[in-house]
């Protein structure tokens, strides 16, 4: 099972990208505001067409590949909720592409984002952070091999900023492939098992997160003076 970016180009967004993504990890992409971050995660996502190169499922085209939508689920970047209806509705809307209603996984989804006390709510009415935690959930709900969500912990409190990267741990021991753009460096430093570096629509990095996101690396492409401080696991980072 591997979703890949063989040398994907588009425009001055993406150039020559080549990764392959494994199931059972955590990546996270990290780069500056315009690096490639979203233009990335769509197109591997199959909802961005590129000029060039090919991303595969398995080895095949994903372009027009009819398990898609069953198979990658994608979150989008600071999401809104355009439909006026329950939160249990649209965590059901989840499950369109598998063309059933199922129960056990809209419920899995439910208690994963600690949504159980807003599932009769009208989602429109609930807060940025809520709204964000009922739009993940309803890509669980689709228990898909692959999640791609672009910074989901953006508006998300402390508590549920870890509650959410363990539940992206547990989905990644399950076997599916995590994928997640992350701005908080020491976030991706501590919790993915991959990083990839993305400046200027190329990717300078791809390797462990003590490696990709060395203070050597954070210094040319952030360009800022950093240092990373505690323990491995808990490192936090401060300015140099
Ligand atoms: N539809 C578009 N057409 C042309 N250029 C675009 C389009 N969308 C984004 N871009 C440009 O492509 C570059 C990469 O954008 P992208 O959103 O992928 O970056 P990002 O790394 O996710 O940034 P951020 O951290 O700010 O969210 C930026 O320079 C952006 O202005």
Known sequence: MTLAANNVSLGERLHNITCALRPGEI??????????????????????????????????PLAGHAQRAKRIGYLPQAPEIAWDVTVRSLVELGRIPHRDAAGAPVEAAIAALDLNAFEQRRAQTLSGGEQARVLLARVLAGEPEWILADEPLAALDLAHQYALIGHL??????????????HDLAMARNHADRVLVLDQGR???????SEALSVERI??????????????????????
């Open 219 to 240: 210094g040319e492409v952030w360009g800022v003076g950093t240092e990373w401080l505690g323990e491995e696991g808990k490192r936090a980072l401060a300015s140099a």
């Open 27 to 60: 990546t996270a992409i990290c780069g500056p505001n315009g690096a490639g971050k979203s233009s990335l995660l769509q197109a591997l996502a199959g909802l961005l067409p590129i000029d060039s190169g090919e991303v595969t499922l398995d080895g095949e």
């Open 203 to 209: 990717l300078v990095a791809d390797a462990a997160p």
């Open 169 to 182: 741990r547990v989905s990644a021991g399950e076997g599916r492939g995590v994928l997640v753009v992350l």
